[in-house]
């Protein structure tokens, strides 16, 4: 263990081999297989959950993540032999999580590389259409439908509106589930570059100078390495694994069976509005945004109203996580664990800890604390607001379930 980037924060009770690793991960690879789909800003990296379903469950066993994001917790449980369940009011999350976990039909790979040659090759016409318009030559128009929402003009170059409903039209038109929902992740995943959103954490708009067939081009690359990616995951894990996936609010949660581990990273208070962020995404897949937007934990735009007290916000929050371990103790098995990777929030300009909030509120509805790890961030891996700052360490919160039956 690293002593000066990894602190044990209390004793882990009856947990000594998590005490001997290196938290930081700073050299390792983090976008192995499926990992590296689709852009999905504030993700932990996939080590430190496999660090933890590999000491705290067995194979075989059902490993959670009620706050799934793109997926990471439940493609390391894969790989490690045990089933998953991932919950997230993000129906964008619930679609990368999907991809990343699919488990291909026979036939979809070649489907997927057909799209990907498919569009190299309307990217070579309209590139071509784009050159030779000095002599006459008609722009590319789609007949495909697209949006009517009023962002899509404030966001896209006109012949990128076309391209992508071109490209939307045949995801949509693959004939199996597992084919389009690759296909649909690699769609979604360059939608940010194309537009003129400055990037996935900047909601600003500027000139990028895009030109024609980009989106065929970007398409295709995207495409061809996300089968690739699909493909290589497919090899990795025993096809009996079975991972479910519920696009729902956790306040108000699905009806699963008994669970034997949760490892999560939870949303910051005030730190990042997914709704916003991906909001372009949302529109072009006919995703209800604006659901999403009342039901995401941890918003900026929760946190930043100025006619609500400190202490009221942070009771918002407690709130929540209290109504979540009530949920989590009737479905978690009795002596197994809860993991929480977060850092700090600041709201009001003020430092506020997170993990002794959640710390707090499991504490009422039967939860134990066994242990908490800090670990010091590297820098690049994990982008927030740029307002709220970033964050330069994280905990490692080990709850575990009292005793008795699951009631």
């Known amino acids: 263990m690293s002593?000066?980037?990894?602190?044990?924060?209390?004793?882990?009770?009856?947990?000594?081999?998590?005490?001997?690793?290196?938290?930081?991960?700073?050299?390792?690879?983090?976008?192995?297989?499926?990992?590296?789909?689709?852009?999905?800003?504030?993700?932990?990296?996939?080590?430190?959950?496999?660090?933890?379903?590999?000491?705290?469950?067995?194979?075989?066993d059902t490993v959670a993540d009620i706050f799934c994001g793109s997926g990471t917790t439940l493609v390391e449980s894969m790989l490690l032999g045990r089933h998953s369940?991932?919950?997230?009011a993000n129906p964008l999350a619930c679609l990368i999580s999907k991809s990343k976990t699919t488990i291909l039909?026979?036939?979809?790979?070649?489907?997927?590389?057909?799209?990907?040659?498919?569009?190299?090759?309307?990217?070579?016409?309209?590139?071509?259409?784009?050159?030779?318009?000095?002599?006459?030559?008609?722009?590319?128009?789609?007949?495909?439908?697209?949006?009517?929402?009023?962002?899509?003009?404030?966001?896209?170059?006109?012949?990128?509106?076309?391209?992508?409903?071109e490209i939307l039209a045949w995801c949509r038109a693959l004939p199996t589930e597992t084919s389009q929902t690759v296909a649909l992740t690699a769609f979604s995943s360059i939608i940010v570059a194309v537009s003129r959103q400055d990037s996935d954490?900047?909601?600003?708009?500027?000139?990028?100078?895009?030109?024609?067939?980009e989106a065929f081009r970007r398409f295709a690359r995207a495409l061809k390495?996300?089968?690739?990616?699909?493909?290589?995951?497919?090899?990795?894990?025993?096809?009996?694994?079975?991972?479910?996936?519920?696009?729902?609010?956790?306040?108000?949660?699905?009806?699963?069976?008994?669970?034997?581990?949760?490892?999560?990273?939870?949303?910051?208070?005030?730190?990042?509005?997914?709704?916003?962020?991906?909001?372009?995404?949302?529109?072009?897949?006919?995703m209800d945004q604006p659901k999403f937007k009342q039901e995401e934990i941890g918003s900026h735009r929760k946190y930043s109203k100025k006619n609500s007290s400190l202490e009221a916000k942070i009771e918002i929050f407690k709130g929540e996580m209290e109504t979540i371990f009530s949920w989590l103790q009737e479905h978690l098995r009795p002596e197994r664990y809860a993991c929480f990777v977060m850092g700090d929030s600041t709201i009001d300009r003020q430092r506020v800890s997170t993990v002794d909030i959640i710390a707090g509120a499991a504490s009422a509805h039967g939860f134990r604390e066994a242990g908490r790890l800090h670990?010091?961030?590297?820098?690049?891996?994990?982008?927030?607001?740029?307002?709220?700052?970033k964050i330069k360490g994280e905990h490692i919160l080990l709850l575990q379930r009292n005793g008795g039956v699951v009631r």
Not at 202 to 212: A, D, E, F, H, S
Not at 375 to 389: C, E, L, S, W
Request: glycine share 6%; proline share 8%; net charge negative.
């Open 105 to 165: 039909i026979d036939g979809d790979a070649e489907l997927l590389l057909s799209l990907v040659k498919k569009s190299q090759e309307f990217a070579a016409i309209v590139s071509s259409y784009h050159e030779g318009s000095l002599f006459g030559m008609e722009p590319f128009i789609s007949d495909k439908p697209r949006p009517t929402h009023k962002a899509i003009d404030f966001w896209f170059e006109p012949f990128i509106i076309e391209e992508l409903a």
């Open 3 to 60: 002593g000066d980037t990894t602190m044990v924060d209390t004793i882990l009770q009856g947990l000594p081999t998590l005490e001997l690793v290196d938290w930081t991960f700073s050299k390792a690879k983090t976008t192995y297989l499926t990992h590296g789909l689709h852009p999905y800003p504030a993700k932990y990296i996939p080590q430190i959950p496999h660090a933890l379903i590999n000491a705290l469950s067995h194979s075989g």
């Open 375 to 389: 670990r010091q961030m590297v820098d690049t891996r994990k982008a927030f607001n740029p307002i709220i700052g």
């Open 201 to 213: 954490t900047r909601y600003v708009r500027r000139q990028k100078n895009t030109m024609p067939g």
């Open 225 to 286: 390495d996300a089968t690739q990616a699909v493909v290589d995951f497919n090899k990795a894990i025993t096809p009996d694994l079975k991972c479910h996936i519920y696009n729902t609010n956790i306040l108000t949660p699905p009806k699963i069976d008994y669970i034997d581990l949760m490892v999560c990273s939870p949303p910051y208070p005030n730190a990042y509005s997914y709704h916003l962020y991906h909001m372009t995404r949302m529109v072009w897949l006919g």
């Open 85 to 88: 369940i991932g919950i997230d």
